[in-house]
């Protein structure tokens, strides 16, 4: 079992819509949960994070936490073609200093 | 405040030498892993040091190596070069119970 399951995608959406990104991890002792964007042929930028149970918001971005659930989501709303990318989950466990990331799911925003 | 800095963007190696990459990260940061990314995978991790000692190391063969200076400067080394190594490798940098911070990457081709 992997430390970070992500679907890979692609998920389409239409511009304007709202995306859904999911993203489930293993261990309950996992503390820190972030989510980077990457563009094809460019690094991972972090663009979300979030460490306790439920809403994070930052402008069209909502991180979700779950953690009874052992799930972490990303919303985008308003998408638009500029979302087009893929995102990383990442899970961090301080006390064993671990820091794991997800596959990543694509994502389309079609105009 | 200055990013993530990656040297080189870009090497040209032959099989059987050998490389070394360097990576200076984010003022203050001293957490700095490296990543290996090829086409249509995910981020493979290779190692994290801290405080100039490695704290942790993926499965990755002996080939591969790193190293973190007392400036918190982190240096990787392959040596013998195989033409699979051709990937794109990224130092990203934390101050440790943060997300990291990515460099732009070194883009290198294995002939």
């Known amino acids: 079992q992997k430390e970070v399951e992500q679907n890979s995608g692609p998920l389409s959406v239409p511009e304007g819509a709202i995306a859904s990104l999911n993203c489930t991890y293993s261990d309950r002792g996992s503390q820190s949960f972030f989510w980077y964007r990457q563009y094809s042929g460019k690094s991972p930028e972090l663009i979300m994070s979030i460490y306790s149970n439920g809403d994070q918001e930052d402008g069209r971005f909502t991180a979700q936490l779950n953690k009874a659930s052992q799930y972490v989501s990303l919303l985008i709303r308003d998408s638009q073609p500029s979302d087009s990318a893929t995102y990383l989950c990442a899970v961090a466990q301080y006390n064993f200093n671990k820091f794991y990331f997800g596959s990543g799911t694509k994502l389309n925003v079609k105009p | 405040k200055a990013g993530v800095t990656q040297t080189p963007r870009y090497l040209i190696k032959t099989r059987g030498q050998q490389v070394t990459l360097s990576c200076s990260p984010i003022?203050?940061?001293?957490?700095v892993s490296w990543y290996q990314q090829t086409p249509g995978q995910g981020l493979q991790f290779l190692f994290e040091y801290f405080s100039e000692t490695q704290r942790n190391k993926g499965n990755f063969p002996g080939r591969f190596s790193g190293r973190q200076f007392s400036n918190s400067r982190s240096e990787m080394n392959v040596s013998t070069l195989e033409l699979g190594d051709s990937a794109l490798y990224l130092c990203?940098?934390?101050?440790?119970?943060?997300?990291?911070?990515f460099g732009s990457g070194t883009r290198l081709t294995v002939v």
């Open positions: 003022s203050g940061h001293r957490s």
């Open positions: 990203a940098s934390s101050l440790d119970k943060d997300g990291y911070t």
